[in-house]
């Protein structure tokens, strides 16, 4: 059984660190392919644990609540000024605890109550908070939805991309305040030119949630939406490599009305451990290495795409230019659901998730699809070889998903390869 560097603090504590001890195994045993999940560093771990979940600090740098907080001050500030500099904004702010808080703060700080903001459809890849009905952003604004285009087989001409000619024609009919560029599900690259233009055309505000392409936005494998929105959102934890949390960047005018809405708009005392751990995450994405790993983290994913096309796997809009591929299992088995195939393949120590393709047949709970990303092997050192290899586990588990002995066969096949890929090998007492 692996240990966590920090083990050792949990003294006679045997439930937690037991459980602690049984996610590190399943870490590092298995195969972690969810899109939006990473391995962060030591370092990033070091300071989500440390001293500062001891402090409050209601308000700002400078302009607290409490007491004692010119040392969190200056690590706050820290944060922002290595966001700024990393992303190339005006103004920062590092307090949401998540992404989800990121976005409702934005709409808080430049919308009123009512206005109509335009978003991508959840069904086809947007995100709960942009104005899906089970979230509260639906019952505060008017949300209007565009999506992908319809399938289309042509390589040189790929459907199931965010169509543009709707989208222009939903902005001029509906003329919203605010449009919302990014995706939850969808694995084309985003072009922040053609939303600003359209945005232009209406008048109306750009938000672009980069939750999932942030890290490669900052490793420079995909273009910085920084010039041409005015406001940025993100989480921290995804291929960024850093603590789970959100982060904010915005143009200078708007920066009072995002951190008013933050806090005390929203948020109590920000997480000032998480916010460490978000300077430190900063810091290592302004690295040439992390530029290196955000091109791998690409090319893997182009690989492991054609890997799974080769053997029967219909990849929704034909491949990607990101971190994730969107499986279509229709045409592999026309009896397999997301849902079973999430469930098989986690039993053969694969972990995916189930996800709605563009016009799915199925329900979200069920769906005929998995989303697969690459961010967090990658980070365990896997290159495009071992995704071809992890093309074939899937293949063979799904195949013969029935079958134990297969299933076996497959998670000790996947246990040898996360052995010599472990990203916490100096770390795990084996
Ligand atoms: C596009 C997008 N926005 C917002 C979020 C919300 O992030 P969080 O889960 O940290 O609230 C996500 C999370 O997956 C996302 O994909």
Redesign the pocket.
């Known amino acids: 059984m692996g240990h966590s560097p920090f083990d050792q603090f949990i003294s006679g504590d045997d439930e937690v660190t037991g459980l602690l001890a049984q996610e590190w195994d399943r870490q590092t045993s298995t195969l972690q392919l969810i899109a939006?999940e990473n391995f962060t560093s030591p370092s990033v771990m070091a300071a989500t644990g440390s001293i500062l979940t001891n402090k409050y600090a209601e308000g700002y740098p400078g302009r607290r609540y409490y007491g004692g907080n010119h040392i969190v001050d200056e690590v706050e500030d820290l944060a922002r000024r290595r966001l700024t500099a990393l992303l190339g904004a005006d103004h920062a702010n590092v307090q949401p605890h998540?992404?989800?808080?990121a976005?409702v703060a934005v709409y808080q700080a430049l919308l009123q109550p009512g206005d109509t903001v335009l978003a991508m459809r959840l069904d086809q890849g947007g995100?709960l908070?942009h104005g899906s009905p089970a979230s509260i952003t639906s019952k505060i604004w008017n949300f209007v939805s565009y999506g992908v285009t319809a399938r289309n087989d042509d390589p040189t001409q790929p459907g199931e991309v965010i169509d543009f000619d709707l989208l222009r024609a939903l902005a001029h009919e509906h003329r919203p305040k605010m449009i919302i560029a990014?995706?939850?599900a969808y694995s084309r690259l985003i072009e922040p030119a053609i939303f600003r233009e359209i945005a232009d055309e209406v008048g109306a505000l750009l938000m672009f949630?980069a939750?999932?392409p942030i890290g490669l936005i900052a490793g420079g494998s995909h273009p910085n939406p920084v010039p041409y929105a005015d406001v940025v959102?993100f989480?921290t934890?995804k291929v960024l490599r850093g603590p789970?949390?959100?982060a904010i960047v915005s143009r200078a005018e708007y920066a009072k009305k995002i951190d008013s809405a933050v806090f005390p708009g929203m948020q109590g005392g920000p997480l000032e451990h998480s916010i460490a751990a978000k300077a430190v995450a900063f810091r290592e994405a302004a690295q040439a290495s992390y530029s290196a790993y955000t091109d791998q983290v690409v090319a893997n994913a182009r690989s492991f795409a054609s890997a799974l096309a080769e053997r029967g796997f219909r990849i929704v809009s034909g491949g990607t230019d990101n971190h994730m591929a969107l499986v279509d299992l229709q045409e592999f088995d026309a009896e397999l659901t997301g849902k079973e195939a999430q469930e098989v393949l986690d039993r053969a120590g694969i972990t995916a998730n189930r996800n709605q393709i563009p016009y799915d047949p199925r329900s979200p709970f069920v769906t005929s699809g998995l989303r697969v990303g690459t961010a967090a092997q990658t980070t365990a050192g896997m290159t495009g070889a071992e995704f071809v290899q992890i093309a074939e586990l899937m293949e063979r588990t799904l195949r013969h998903r029935t079958d134990d002995h297969v299933l076996d066969a497959v998670r000790q096949e996947v246990a040898d390869l996360c052995a010599r890929f472990n990203p916490y090998a100096g770390f795990s007492a084996e």
């Open positions: 939006s998540s992404g989800a808080s976005n995100h908070t990014g995706a939850t949630d939750a999932h959102t989480t934890h789970r949390g959100g």
